[in-house]
């Protein structure tokens, strides 16, 4: 299948700020170091990748490409977004990067992972790892914290429910003008939109082994500063300042009984005043990866 040229992404040239690429030609003039990875290919017009740089968060990662959106439905035929992401076939869509429309939801882990697989080479569902490196980046920046500054106030919760941290929006949204909160800052610039709240995000708990990997499937339910687990180490769930919990809004730890990793929390779980939503939040207690109306995904791009 054909797809248009590169027309619309970020690429870091630089620490700060990014440059906007106006097509692919523009691709030759770039300095590529082990920080910075070509740009993913085959991106369609109005879609917007982020790249995270090599150890971002100190996850000990190489650089990756990673939708600024959550996964968005594009029926191919005729290059337009399903509007509401509900009933969408998986023959007929593209999962795209943009910023109209809402989060292609109601598509089971394995469909997830496959629409990630099948923008080509390189191509896949985020991993765990993956999510802690921008969690645990974001953690870092003054911006994302309530009080302005790292670890004053809270972690913002984006669309959760209406806690101090997030704000109560509709179930889920996307498009533009949205709540301030709705985004969180990289220490590159760069802007990521609803890792926390909104709709849950599946992930793959592996990201060397392909086609989908489950999670543990053993450990209690608990405060992320207070989760013990022989089969988890802290760089699995935990923030790298070690000692935040939901007061920070930073998230929660769901246990483990079923294995299938989501990430985030969605726009109802920090309503309560534990502010359970969270870009920390973990929830490996489902046992089958089943199509639901509050989850979805994003895709990430290494080079091949």
């Known amino acids: 299948m054909k797809h248009m040229p590169i027309l619309f992404i970020f690429f870091l040239i630089s620490c700060n700020p990014t440059a906007n690429l106006k097509n692919s030609s523009d691709l030759g003039s770039i300095l590529v170091t082990s920080n910075y990875i070509t740009p993913p290919p085959n991106i369609l017009n109005g879609e917007e990748w982020i790249l995270i740089p090599k150890n971002a968060g100190s996850m000990g990662l190489d650089a990756f490409w990673v939708m600024k959106y959550e996964a968005k ?36 882990t394995f469909d997830a992972a496959l629409e990630c697989e099948s923008l080509g080479d390189g191509f896949r569902l985020i991993s765990n790892s993956e999510w802690m490196a ?16 790292v670890g004053v ?61 489950a999670g543990p499937t053993t450990c209690a339910a608990g405060s992320l500063n207070s989760v013990f687990c022989v089969e988890l180490s802290d760089s699995d769930f935990n923030t790298l300042n070690g000692n935040y919990d939901q007061s920070k809004g930073v998230g929660y730890f769901y246990g483990s009984s079923g294995g299938v990793p989501m990430r985030g929390g969605d726009m109802s779980h920090g309503s309560s005043a534990w502010n359970n939503s969270g870009i920390f939040t973990l929830h490996l207690g489902n046992t089958a990866p089943s199509p639901r109306t509050n989850v979805g995904f994003r895709c990430v791009y290494k080079k091949p």
């Open 134 to 149: 921008i969690a645990r980046d974001v953690e870092g920046v003054d911006a994302n914290w309530t009080g302005g500054t």
């Open 153 to 213: 106030g809270c972690l913002v919760g984006g669309n959760s429910g209406g806690t101090t941290c997030g704000y109560d929006g509709a179930n889920p949204e996307g498009g533009a003008g949205r709540n301030p909160r709705a985004k969180h800052v990289l220490s590159t610039g760069d802007e990521v939109f609803d890792l926390s709240g909104n709709v849950w995000e599946f992930n793959d708990w592996d990201d060397l082994t392909p086609g989908f990997q």
């Open 73 to 108: 439905a594009l029926l191919e035929a005729s290059s337009v977004l399903d509007a509401d992401g509900l009933g969408v076939s998986n023959m007929t869509h593209r999962a795209v990067s943009m910023e109209d429309a809402l989060p292609w939801r109601n598509i089971g």
